[in-house]
């Protein structure tokens, strides 16, 4: 395991593979399955995993309490904890306080190693500021309380730009893989926090998983590399490829994907230019075929009508890139009449909140369109008997 961004203050270094707290298994009863979360945090420390990134949000706010109860069984000098400040939902310096205080007691920890104001956007970042956020997190960070302080974003690069620029930021923590060179801060904004020297942190490594699940046929030039590869292996290289990486955080969901993670930042062999372009031609055969941007966050769920926002979008992409009639109706299959995207009455509260900023109401539209028309469309086979 690599241990890459510098610490001064005595604490543990952050292992380049960070443990994001977002996607922990769910049991038939829609619970987050604690005893299989417990179980994977072992093996992950055991792997040299230091870091372990959580939020507010994540799992209906399920995901801190749950972190901070399955790491207090280890030293609290043993690991590197991160969290957020929800500062899109609160409207005053005392409620940030209030906030910032309640999640130290969730997570059973008087300090966190790494802070952050959590989804930066224009009207988030302005918020920030003038409510006195930032003030209050760099008071917190004198006092010990925050160690590293950072941001986590999703606009524009020239938004990007603009706070980055603002002060002097610890490090920051933005959305980049093989597919998203150009979106939000993209390529383009690492580079500028690398020359200004400040960390960079990955989020979405593999785009929510798309990246891990590549069909033969989008595959087909990193299978030509190496066949024994996994998919998830050549997006985590890709994105530790690039030195000012300070952690990727991958939302891992199943003790196979910390296993698969694990064997692959053992040792990172930064990609030749023969696997460059192999992930280059992967990206494109991607792009033609991807439907939307959807990562699975969930951010945007529970959804007051009862769609399963992000199930939908699942299925729309995995058709389009899959082109499997089988698979798609057994998908599709899967989520409930009362769950389906023409459900949506188009309240807009979705839209508001999705990090990728989807047009969700219009998407929705399509998935049903779309997806019912792939559903009832007859193949070569069927029109010759028909
Ligand atoms: S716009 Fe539709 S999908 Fe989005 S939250 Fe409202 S009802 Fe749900
Ligand atoms: S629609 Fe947006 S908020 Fe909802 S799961 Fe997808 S990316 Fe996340």
């Given at each position: ?290 439907k939307n941007?959807c ?5 945007c769920m529970?959804c007051?009508?009862?769609v399963d926002i992000q199930s939908s979008f699942q299925v729309w992409n995995?058709m ?11 998908n599709w299959?899967a989520i409930?009449?009362?769950n389906r995207p023409d459900q949506c ?15 969700i109401?219009?998407h929705l539209k399509l998935v049903t369109?779309q997806v ?15």
């Amino acid at each position: 395991m690599e241990y890459r961004m510098k610490r001064t203050d005595g604490g543990v270094q952050p292992s380049l593979l960070g443990f994001g707290a977002l996607r922990f298994p769910v049991n038939s009863q829609g619970q987050v399955d604690e005893a299989q979360v417990s179980e994977m945090i072992d093996r992950a420390m055991k792997g040299g995993v230091t870091y372990y990134d959580t939020a507010w949000p994540y799992l209906n706010g399920e995901s801190e309490p749950i972190l901070g109860r399955i790491l207090s069984k280890y030293p609290r000098e043993s690991y590197c904890l991160s969290t957020k400040l929800p500062c899109y939902e609160l409207n005053s310096k005392e409620a940030a306080a209030e906030r910032f205080h309640m999640q130290l007691q969730r997570l059973q920890t008087t300090y966190f190693d790494y802070y952050l104001l959590h989804m930066l956007n224009k009207d988030t970042w302005k918020k920030a500021v003038s409510l006195g956020m930032v003030e209050l997190m760099e008071e917190y960070k004198e006092k010990g309380l925050i160690r590293y302080f950072g941001f986590s974003f999703h606009d524009s690069y020239e938004v990007f730009e603009e706070i980055l620029n603002s002060r002097n930021w610890d490090f920051c923590l933005i959305q980049l893989n093989y597919l998203d060179t150009d979106f939000q801060a993209g390529l383009k904004g690492y580079q500028l926090a690398e020359q200004k020297g400040i960390p960079v942190q990955i989020m979405e490594p593999l785009k929510g998983g798309l990246l891990a699940r590549l069909s033969p046929e989008v595959a087909e030039p990193l299978l030509a590399c190496d066949p024994n590869a996994s998919m998830a292996s050549w997006g985590m290289r890709w994105v530790a490829s690039l030195s000012n990486v300070g952690v990727v955080l991958s939302g891992m969901g199943a003790m196979e994907q910390v296993v698969d993670n694990l064997n692959t930042f053992q040792t990172i062999n930064p990609l030749s230019e023969q696997e460059r372009m192999a992930v280059e031609e992967t990206a494109k055969r991607l792009r033609e075929r991807l439907k939307n941007g959807c990562t699975g966050c969930r951010y945007c769920m529970p959804c007051p009508a009862g769609v399963d926002i992000q199930s939908s979008f699942q299925v729309w992409n995995n058709m389009a890139i899959d082109q499997d009639k089988a698979l798609t109706k057994r998908n599709w299959g899967a989520i409930a009449p009362e769950n389906r995207p023409d459900q949506c009455y188009g309240c807009g509260r979705c839209e508001r909140i999705c990090p990728q900023h989807l047009p969700i109401r219009s998407h929705l539209k399509l998935v049903t369109e779309q997806v019912e028309a792939f559903l009832n469309e007859k193949n070569k086979v069927e029109q010759f008997i028909s």
